[in-house]
């Protein structure tokens, strides 16, 4: 009782702040802002063989249908973010990435509950995403909240080119 996720607002946006992870690291999920662009950037630069440019996610931080969460650890770091697009009945995760240094923590697990939280909220009834089909270790955490593989896009994804496997969530 009382180690669950709690949830609440402050100054005007939603935050989840989760109990401590196997690590002993508290982390907070709150929306990103434009102060938080710089750090985004490098997570996904370290993590991603094709990023986006930073001008993608000012955008999507600034369009009114898409959300980009960020996680924070207890010294204020952001340490992970994540990114979806609302359209209609549906919804699209883009991205979620953690530092590397903070990898296997629990952190990515609740960057997609936060998302789908979010996306039911938005009425979604589908969540869509792609990932890579080499990308096992992601593969493992999107089936671990109930997505299943739908379809394949061939050379989805550049350096190195690969497929990328469809997974889809009915909420």
Do not use: C
Not at 57 to 83: C, N, P, Q, W
Not at 101 to 111: E, P, V
Not at 129 to 143: C, F, G, I, P, T
């Amino acid at each position: 009782m009382g180690s669950g996720p709690r949830s609440g607002t402050v100054g005007g946006r939603r935050v989840t702040k989760g109990k401590k992870g196997k690590e002993g690291i508290e982390v907070t999920i709150r929306a990103a802002t434009e102060s938080d662009l710089a750090a985004i950037h490098a997570i996904e630069l370290a993590s991603f063989a094709d990023p986006w440019a930073i001008t993608g996610f000012r955008d999507m931080i600034e369009h009114s249908r898409a959300r980009v969460e960020a996680a924070i650890d207890s010294k204020g770091t952001l340490i992970g973010y994540a990114v979806a697009w609302y359209v209609a009945d549906e919804a699209e995760i883009a991205n979620v990435a953690v530092a590397l240094a903070m990898r296997q923590r629990g952190i990515g697990t609740k960057l997609l509950d936060r998302i789908l939280e979010a996306a039911a909220t938005l009425g979604a009834r589908t969540v869509f995403l792609e990932v890579r089909e080499s990308n096992l270790a992601a593969q493992k955490l999107y089936a671990s909240r109930a997505f299943a593989v739908a379809g394949r896009r061939k050379l989805y994804y550049r350096r190195p080119d690969e497929d990328a496997l469809v997974m889809r969530r009915v909420l």
